[in-house]
């Protein structure tokens, strides 16, 4: 039996983008992963299992049928041509270059481009468009900083390795002894397990994180506050919490859904960015977005590079139109005027409202997905793909905006190609059939 050990492979889980992987290979399968945690051993051990999907599907009187490579291809690129107003989603969890190839079949048709930050980060992108970003790398955090304030996020579930390679327990150049040079802080609405590490919790009542922010930036600035809370949090923990702000030699506020998802959205991710800026009278402060999906970062990049803008991208005009709440998939697709849908690397049946995903499942649906999800269950077109950092290269930016490189660590299944490979193959079908009429 053959066994191999590949090193320094890279994680493309979530947005922390872990790089010092090990896979363990028998006679070419995987069998073993060291140094991920269950999330990223759970995605390349199941790049094997029986949910796999093949060989590529159309569906054929409400059922999905095998097909082959080119037929599958021509019919999306029917598909998409014949539409008057396709959305191109996902993109979170594939490369970059697929990203680049994505753009440019977008233009091609006069579609939307949009990807998963329309439901998780877009708000913090707008907030960042409108007072900037004061921020660092992960390495940066790791060697320097000494309090960290995790805000609605739980880093202990949804990026298990975020807190002991970066951040809190881990030891750096200048916080020798790890997590006792470090003060932890949590705002949360619910007692969480990454709250339950924290020197200081702060429970905040839902909805009410921009009040909290408020209250933090009123004592910095020397202001009274009335009442005895705010935000279901006692005045004195605030004052306690804004005094071991303003004492670090480095701090840094990680923020998730928490802030970006509840009520204020993008205003309050702007107050969280000014409460950085008012921070640094007194000491270094920065601020991160954590990510969720690994490459969900790099199509903001890519897109930036290529359009201009970060997401939600009209090309209807001819030229690329930005303006999220009228060019995002939900509002497009709850406004009923999507005509036929691609579906790339991500799975939104399970995360987009019903209201969108009833209107959704009426339309032709195009998806590039190794995995029967439920996004496949409603798809007229299955283009499965070669896994991106499994069986395919590629670039990925970390949350930090790191570019990392993809190791292909096993073959993919016989026919399966990389994402950017269907992309390119769908978009000369495209060019095809638009020279023809
Ligand atoms: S923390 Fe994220 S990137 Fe690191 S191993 Fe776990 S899932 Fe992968």
Known sequence: MAREVVTDVVCPFCGSLCDDGEIVLEDGKIVETRNLCTIGTTKFLSSQNGHRITKPMIREKGQLKETTFDKAVKKAAEILVNAERPLLYGWASTECDAHRVGIELAEELNAVIDDTASVCHGPSTIAKQEVGLPSCTLGQVKNRADVIIYWGCNPAHAHPRHMSRYTTFIRGFFREQGKQDRTLIVVDVRNTDTAKLADHFLQVKPGYDYEVLNAL????????????????????KIKEVAEVMMNAGFGVIFFGLGLTMSRGKHRNVENAIKLTIDLNEYAKFVIMAMRGHYNVAGFSIVTGWQTGYPFGIDFQRGFPYYNPGET??????????????????????????????????????????????????????????????????????????????????????????????????????????????
Do not use: W
Request: proline share 10%; glycine share 6%; net charge negative.
């Open 217 to 236: 930036r009123a004592v910095i600035k020397g202001q009274p506050i009335r009442g005895e809370d705010v935000g279901g949090v006692p005045v004195s």
């Open 328 to 437: 995002t998939s939900n509002e497009i697709l709850q406004r009923e005027e999507a005509d036929a849908v691609l579906v790339i690397a991500s799975d939104p049946v399970s995360h987009f409202p019903a209201s969108s995903i009833s209107y959704m499942a009426k339309l032709p649906v195009i998806v590039i997905e190794p995995h029967v999800t439920p996004t496949t269950e409603i798809a007229t077109v299955v283009l499965p793909p070669a896994i991106a950092g499994v069986e395919e290269e590629g670039t990925a930016y970390r949350m930090d905006h790191v570019p990392i490189r993809l190791r292909k660590v096993v073959d993919p299944p016989e026919g399966c190609l990389p994402d950017r490979k269907i992309l390119e193959a769908i978009l000369s079908e495209v060019r095809k059939l638009k020279s023809k009429t």
